[in-house]
Protein backbone atom coordinates (compact mmCIF):
# COMPACT_ATOMS: atom_id res chain seq x y z
CA UNK A 1 0.00 0.00 0.00
CA UNK A 2 2.76 2.40 0.61
CA UNK A 3 4.65 1.90 -2.49
CA UNK A 4 0.93 2.40 -4.22
CA UNK A 5 0.48 5.57 -2.30
CA UNK A 6 3.91 7.05 -3.22
CA UNK A 7 3.86 6.18 -6.67
CA UNK A 8 0.32 8.31 -6.69
CA UNK A 9 2.42 10.83 -4.68
CA UNK A 10 5.19 11.11 -7.53
CA UNK A 11 2.70 11.26 -10.12
CA UNK A 12 1.19 14.15 -9.16
CA UNK A 13 4.67 15.82 -8.10
CA UNK A 14 5.25 15.37 -12.05
CA UNK A 15 2.02 16.90 -13.19
CA UNK A 16 2.80 20.05 -11.04
CA UNK A 17 6.24 20.51 -11.91
CA UNK A 18 6.84 20.70 -8.09
CA UNK A 19 10.39 21.03 -8.55
CA UNK A 20 10.21 24.26 -9.95
CA UNK A 21 7.81 25.35 -6.31
CA UNK A 22 10.93 26.92 -4.64
CA UNK A 23 11.19 29.83 -7.67
CA UNK A 24 7.39 30.79 -6.97
CA UNK A 25 8.56 31.27 -3.67
CA UNK A 26 11.66 33.43 -5.13
CA UNK A 27 9.32 35.43 -7.51
CA UNK A 28 7.05 35.60 -4.20
CA UNK A 29 9.81 36.93 -1.76
CA UNK A 30 11.16 39.51 -4.37
CA UNK A 31 8.00 41.31 -5.14
CA UNK A 32 6.91 41.81 -1.31
CA UNK A 33 10.51 42.70 -0.75
CA UNK A 34 10.91 45.26 -3.19
CA UNK A 35 7.44 46.72 -2.27
CA UNK A 36 8.56 46.99 0.95
CA UNK A 37 8.59 44.36 2.66
CA UNK A 38 6.51 44.28 6.11
CA UNK A 39 2.69 42.83 6.73
CA UNK A 40 4.76 39.34 6.96
CA UNK A 41 1.47 37.79 8.15
CA UNK A 42 0.85 37.68 4.71
CA UNK A 43 3.64 35.80 3.24
CA UNK A 44 2.69 32.31 4.07
CA UNK A 45 -0.74 32.80 2.41
CA UNK A 46 1.09 34.60 -0.86
CA UNK A 47 3.61 31.73 -0.73
CA UNK A 48 0.95 29.80 -0.55
CA UNK A 49 -1.57 31.26 -2.66
CA UNK A 50 1.01 31.72 -5.59
CA UNK A 51 1.64 28.00 -4.97
CA UNK A 52 -1.73 26.41 -5.77
CA UNK A 53 -1.93 28.51 -9.20
CA UNK A 54 1.27 27.08 -10.32
CA UNK A 55 0.16 23.74 -9.41
CA UNK A 56 -3.10 24.23 -11.24
CA UNK A 57 -1.68 25.53 -13.91
CA UNK A 58 0.66 23.00 -14.46
CA UNK A 59 -1.84 19.72 -14.17
CA UNK A 60 -4.20 21.63 -16.54
CA UNK A 61 -1.47 22.06 -18.93
CA UNK A 62 -1.21 18.17 -18.84
CA UNK A 63 -5.14 18.22 -19.28
CA UNK A 64 -5.02 20.51 -22.52
CA UNK A 65 -1.80 18.33 -23.94
CA UNK A 66 -3.40 15.13 -23.56
CA UNK A 67 -3.45 14.27 -27.39
CA UNK A 68 -0.14 16.15 -28.00
CA UNK A 69 1.17 13.93 -25.51
CA UNK A 70 -0.41 10.69 -26.13
CA UNK A 71 1.33 11.42 -29.99
CA UNK A 72 5.07 12.52 -28.34
CA UNK A 73 5.33 12.11 -24.73
CA UNK A 74 3.62 8.89 -24.21
CA UNK A 75 5.82 9.25 -20.33
CA UNK A 76 3.56 11.73 -19.15
CA UNK A 77 1.21 10.42 -16.48
CA UNK A 78 -2.06 10.75 -18.52
CA UNK A 79 -0.61 8.71 -21.94
CA UNK A 80 1.10 6.22 -19.36
CA UNK A 81 -1.98 5.49 -17.43
CA UNK A 82 -0.98 6.62 -14.34
CA UNK A 83 -4.34 8.99 -13.80
CA UNK A 84 -7.14 9.94 -15.59
CA UNK A 85 -7.42 12.72 -17.83
CA UNK A 86 -10.66 13.35 -16.03
CA UNK A 87 -8.85 13.77 -12.23
CA UNK A 88 -6.08 16.25 -13.77
CA UNK A 89 -8.83 18.68 -15.06
CA UNK A 90 -11.05 18.24 -11.32
CA UNK A 91 -7.29 18.47 -9.78
CA UNK A 92 -6.37 21.61 -12.06
CA UNK A 93 -9.43 23.62 -11.25
CA UNK A 94 -9.09 22.37 -7.62
CA UNK A 95 -5.94 23.82 -7.16
CA UNK A 96 -7.10 27.29 -8.92
CA UNK A 97 -9.44 27.91 -6.98
CA UNK A 98 -7.65 27.69 -3.70
CA UNK A 99 -5.02 29.42 -5.18
CA UNK A 100 -7.74 32.13 -5.78
CA UNK A 101 -9.35 31.91 -2.04
CA UNK A 102 -5.63 32.37 -0.74
CA UNK A 103 -4.83 35.32 -2.50
CA UNK A 104 -8.21 37.35 -1.53
CA UNK A 105 -7.55 36.58 2.04
CA UNK A 106 -4.14 38.44 1.45
CA UNK A 107 -6.19 41.10 -0.09
CA UNK A 108 -9.01 42.37 -2.62
CA UNK A 109 -5.98 43.86 -4.73
CA UNK A 110 -3.98 40.46 -5.18
CA UNK A 111 -7.55 38.39 -5.45
CA UNK A 112 -8.62 40.36 -8.11
CA UNK A 113 -4.62 40.36 -9.82
CA UNK A 114 -5.13 36.79 -8.88
CA UNK A 115 -8.00 36.31 -11.26
CA UNK A 116 -5.84 38.07 -14.27
CA UNK A 117 -3.34 35.73 -13.58
CA UNK A 118 -5.29 33.15 -14.06
CA UNK A 119 -6.91 33.69 -17.35
CA UNK A 120 -2.99 34.15 -18.36
CA UNK A 121 -2.34 31.02 -17.34
CA UNK A 122 -5.50 29.15 -19.03
CA UNK A 123 -4.69 30.79 -22.22
CA UNK A 124 -1.12 29.81 -22.12
CA UNK A 125 -2.09 26.22 -21.50
CA UNK A 126 -5.05 25.91 -23.77
CA UNK A 127 -2.57 27.68 -26.73
CA UNK A 128 0.51 27.42 -26.00
CA UNK A 129 1.49 24.30 -28.51
CA UNK A 130 -0.57 26.12 -31.22
CA UNK A 131 0.74 29.85 -31.13
CA UNK A 132 4.52 31.49 -31.47
CA UNK A 133 4.02 34.19 -28.55
CA UNK A 134 3.49 31.63 -25.95
CA UNK A 135 6.95 32.25 -24.50
CA UNK A 136 5.35 35.22 -24.06
CA UNK A 137 2.39 34.33 -22.55
CA UNK A 138 4.43 32.38 -20.14
CA UNK A 139 6.44 35.33 -18.79
CA UNK A 140 3.63 37.12 -18.43
CA UNK A 141 2.35 34.56 -15.71
CA UNK A 142 5.53 35.13 -13.86
CA UNK A 143 4.80 38.58 -14.01
CA UNK A 144 1.83 39.07 -12.58
CA UNK A 145 3.32 37.11 -9.82
CA UNK A 146 5.61 39.72 -8.87
CA UNK A 147 2.93 42.19 -9.13
CA UNK A 148 0.72 40.45 -6.36
CA UNK A 149 3.36 39.74 -4.47
CA UNK A 150 3.99 43.50 -4.95
CA UNK A 151 0.72 44.19 -3.24
CA UNK A 152 1.55 42.89 0.05
CA UNK A 153 4.32 44.91 0.18
CA UNK A 154 3.98 47.57 3.35
CA UNK A 155 4.21 50.14 0.33
CA UNK A 156 2.02 48.49 -1.81
CA UNK A 157 2.87 48.02 -5.92
CA UNK A 158 5.85 50.08 -7.45
CA UNK A 159 8.31 50.42 -9.81
CA UNK A 160 10.66 48.39 -8.63
CA UNK A 161 8.45 45.54 -8.49
CA UNK A 162 7.07 46.44 -12.12
CA UNK A 163 10.55 46.66 -13.83
CA UNK A 164 11.92 43.55 -12.49
CA UNK A 165 9.12 41.63 -13.21
CA UNK A 166 8.85 42.79 -16.64
CA UNK A 167 12.78 42.13 -16.69
CA UNK A 168 12.03 38.65 -15.47
CA UNK A 169 9.28 38.71 -18.52
CA UNK A 170 12.35 38.60 -21.11
CA UNK A 171 14.38 35.95 -19.19
CA UNK A 172 11.39 33.78 -18.84
CA UNK A 173 10.28 34.00 -22.54
CA UNK A 174 14.40 33.67 -23.43
CA UNK A 175 14.30 30.41 -22.04
CA UNK A 176 10.59 28.97 -23.24
CA UNK A 177 11.89 29.56 -26.42
CA UNK A 178 14.51 26.93 -25.81
CA UNK A 179 12.51 25.27 -24.16
CA UNK A 180 10.32 24.90 -27.35
CA UNK A 181 12.76 22.98 -28.92
CA UNK A 182 12.34 19.48 -26.79
CA UNK A 183 9.56 18.76 -28.78
CA UNK A 184 10.45 20.25 -32.36
CA UNK A 185 13.37 19.31 -34.87
CA UNK A 186 16.29 21.28 -35.37
CA UNK A 187 18.68 23.75 -33.82
CA UNK A 188 18.25 25.71 -31.03
CA UNK A 189 18.26 29.31 -31.63
CA UNK A 190 21.30 31.70 -30.15
CA UNK A 191 18.58 35.20 -30.61
CA UNK A 192 16.39 34.22 -27.45
CA UNK A 193 19.89 33.19 -24.91
CA UNK A 194 20.23 37.45 -25.45
CA UNK A 195 17.05 37.96 -23.41
CA UNK A 196 18.63 36.13 -21.04
CA UNK A 197 20.52 38.98 -19.83
CA UNK A 198 17.81 41.34 -19.16
CA UNK A 199 18.12 40.93 -15.17
CA UNK A 200 21.39 42.03 -15.76
CA UNK A 201 20.97 45.35 -17.83
CA UNK A 202 18.25 46.48 -15.55
CA UNK A 203 20.00 45.76 -12.28
CA UNK A 204 23.67 48.06 -14.02
CA UNK A 205 20.55 50.82 -15.29
CA UNK A 206 18.57 50.98 -11.99
CA UNK A 207 21.61 50.53 -9.36
CA UNK A 208 23.86 53.69 -8.56
CA UNK A 209 26.35 54.68 -6.37
CA UNK A 210 27.09 52.50 -3.71
CA UNK A 211 24.51 50.30 -4.77
CA UNK A 212 26.07 49.17 -8.25
CA UNK A 213 28.65 46.81 -6.34
CA UNK A 214 26.63 44.20 -5.14
CA UNK A 215 24.50 44.31 -8.28
CA UNK A 216 27.51 43.67 -10.50
CA UNK A 217 28.73 41.11 -7.74
CA UNK A 218 25.42 39.44 -8.10
CA UNK A 219 25.10 39.67 -11.69
CA UNK A 220 28.27 38.14 -12.34
CA UNK A 221 27.19 35.01 -10.24
CA UNK A 222 23.94 34.93 -13.17
CA UNK A 223 25.53 35.67 -15.74
CA UNK A 224 28.37 32.52 -14.97
CA UNK A 225 24.87 30.12 -14.15
CA UNK A 226 23.74 31.13 -17.56
CA UNK A 227 26.53 30.67 -19.58
CA UNK A 228 27.18 27.24 -18.14
CA UNK A 229 23.71 25.99 -18.91
CA UNK A 230 23.82 27.51 -22.60
CA UNK A 231 27.11 26.48 -23.78
CA UNK A 232 26.16 23.65 -25.63
CA UNK A 233 23.79 25.63 -27.46
CA UNK A 234 27.44 26.78 -28.86
CA UNK A 235 28.19 23.23 -30.40
CA UNK A 236 28.34 21.51 -32.95
CA UNK A 237 26.90 18.19 -31.43
CA UNK A 238 23.00 17.91 -30.87
CA UNK A 239 21.89 19.31 -27.83
CA UNK A 240 19.52 17.74 -24.92
CA UNK A 241 17.80 20.84 -23.75
CA UNK A 242 16.26 19.74 -20.81
CA UNK A 243 19.12 20.17 -19.13
CA UNK A 244 19.61 23.44 -20.65
CA UNK A 245 16.06 24.35 -19.11
CA UNK A 246 16.32 22.94 -15.92
CA UNK A 247 19.40 25.42 -15.22
CA UNK A 248 17.61 28.20 -16.55
CA UNK A 249 14.61 27.54 -14.50
CA UNK A 250 16.79 26.90 -11.51
CA UNK A 251 18.31 30.19 -12.19
CA UNK A 252 15.12 32.50 -11.84
CA UNK A 253 15.84 31.92 -8.13
CA UNK A 254 18.91 34.24 -8.76
CA UNK A 255 17.22 36.43 -10.98
CA UNK A 256 15.08 37.33 -7.89
CA UNK A 257 17.69 37.67 -6.01
CA UNK A 258 19.79 40.39 -8.29
CA UNK A 259 16.36 41.96 -8.37
CA UNK A 260 16.76 42.27 -4.11
CA UNK A 261 20.44 42.86 -4.15
CA UNK A 262 21.22 46.30 -3.54
CA UNK A 263 19.27 46.14 0.11
CA UNK A 264 18.93 42.81 0.54
CA UNK A 265 19.82 41.52 3.93
CA UNK A 266 22.09 38.36 4.73
CA UNK A 267 19.69 36.64 5.61
CA UNK A 268 17.06 37.01 2.92
CA UNK A 269 20.29 36.49 0.50
CA UNK A 270 21.05 33.13 1.78
CA UNK A 271 17.24 32.00 1.42
CA UNK A 272 17.36 32.56 -2.20
CA UNK A 273 20.84 31.07 -2.24
CA UNK A 274 18.46 27.85 -0.43
CA UNK A 275 15.71 28.45 -2.97
CA UNK A 276 18.01 28.08 -6.15
CA UNK A 277 19.93 24.80 -4.39
CA UNK A 278 16.55 22.86 -3.60
CA UNK A 279 15.13 23.83 -6.89
CA UNK A 280 18.26 21.73 -8.74
CA UNK A 281 18.11 19.07 -5.92
CA UNK A 282 14.44 18.14 -6.58
CA UNK A 283 15.01 18.08 -10.43
CA UNK A 284 16.99 15.00 -10.32
CA UNK A 285 14.14 13.21 -8.80
CA UNK A 286 10.91 15.52 -10.34
CA UNK A 287 11.77 16.70 -13.82
CA UNK A 288 11.36 20.62 -14.31
CA UNK A 289 9.38 20.08 -17.99
Known sequence: MNRILAGQ?????????????????????????LSGGGNAAKVPLLLAGASALYLGGMFLNDAFDEKFDRQRRAVRPIPAGLISAAAVWRFGWGWLALGLALLWLTGPAAGVLGLVLVACILVYDATHKLITASPWLMGLCRFWVYVIAGTTGADGLNGWSVWCGLAL??????????????????????????????????????????????????????????????????????????????????????????????????????????????TQLWQQSIPAT
Open 9 to 33: LRTLLILGRASNLPTIWSNCLAGWW
Open 169 to 278: VLYIAGLSHVARRENLRGPVPCWPLILLAAPLFLALLMNQAEYRWPAVWLGLVLALWVARCVWTVFTSAPVNVIPVVSGLLAGIALVDWLAVAPECPWGLGLVFLILFGA
